[in-house]
C-alpha cells in the first residue's frame, strides 16, 4: 500500500500502548493527532525524535493535539524505552504490523548492501475529523518535532 495522501481519511487502529492501555483512533476525535511512526526504540535517531516530541508535549496540547508514536517494538521494550529515557509521550505497538502496513510505512529498505522490510519514518498530521492534512515521509529527525509543530501552529492561525 502507498503512503497515504492529504486529504485521506486516516486509517482506524487499536493498538496496545504502555501500561497496560489500549489506543484507537476513535480516542482522538475532537483534537489533532501527530501519529509518527519509527524503526526501533533506544536507536539514536528514534530516541531523538521521542524526546523532541516529548519535550515539546505541553506546547502541542495546547493546540489541542496528542501525541503518539508507533513502532513494532513491544510493549515491554516500550516501557523500558519510556523510563530509560524519560519519555511523556505514549508509544503504540503494532505487534501484528496492521497499523504500520495500513499507513504504508512498512516498505523495502536498503542498508549496507543487504535488503529488509522494515518501518520508514513517516509523520501523519491528523486533523480532529480523521483526515490526514499533512504528510512527512521518510522524516529527517533533526528539528522534526520543531517543523511538526510549527506547521500545527500555521494551520490553526
Known amino acids: 500500500m502507498a503512503v497515504l495522501k492529504v486529504g485521506d481519511k486516516a486509517p482506524?487502529?487499536?493498538?496496545?500502548?504502555?501500561n497496560d492501555g489500549k489506543t484507537r483512533l476513535a480516542d482522538y476525535v475532537g483534537q489533532y493527532l501527530v501519529l509518527y511512526f519509527y524503526p526501533r526504540d533506544n536507536?539514536?535517531?528514534?530516541?531523538?525524535?521521542?524526546?523532541?516530541?516529548?519535550?515539546?508535549?505541553?506546547?502541542?496540547?495546547?493546540?489541542?493535539?496528542?501525541?503518539?508514536?508507533?513502532?513494532?517494538?513491544?510493549?515491554?521494550?516500550?516501557?523500558?524505552?519510556i523510563a530509560k529515557q524519560n519519555l511523556s509521550i505514549s508509544l503504540g505497538a503494532d505487534l501484528e504490523?496492521?497499523?504500520?502496513?495500513?499507513?504504508?510505512?512498512?516498505?523495502?529498505?536498503?542498508?549496507?548492501?543487504?535488503?529488509?522490510?522494515?518501518?520508514?519514518?513517516?509523520?501523519?498530521?491528523?486533523d480532529p475529523d480523521g483526515v490526514v492534512v499533512v504528510v512527512w515521509p521518510k522524516v529527517k529527525v533533526k528539528n522534526h518535532a520543531e517543523d511538526v509543530l510549527a506547521t500545527l501552529k500555521s494551520l490553526q492561525t
Open 12 to 18: 482506524d487502529f487499536v493498538m496496545p500502548t504502555e
Open 97 to 126: 504490523g496492521k497499523v504500520t502496513e495500513d499507513y504504508g510505512v512498512w516498505a523495502e529498505k536498503k542498508l549496507y548492501g543487504k535488503t529488509y522490510m522494515g518501518i520508514v519514518r513517516a509523520t501523519f498530521l491528523i
Open 43 to 81: 536507536t539514536p535517531g528514534c530516541t531523538i525524535e521521542a524526546k523532541d516530541f516529548s519535550s515539546l508535549k505541553s506546547d502541542f496540547e495546547s493546540l489541542n493535539c496528542r501525541i503518539l508514536g508507533v513502532s513494532r517494538d513491544s510493549i515491554k521494550k516500550h516501557e523500558n524505552f
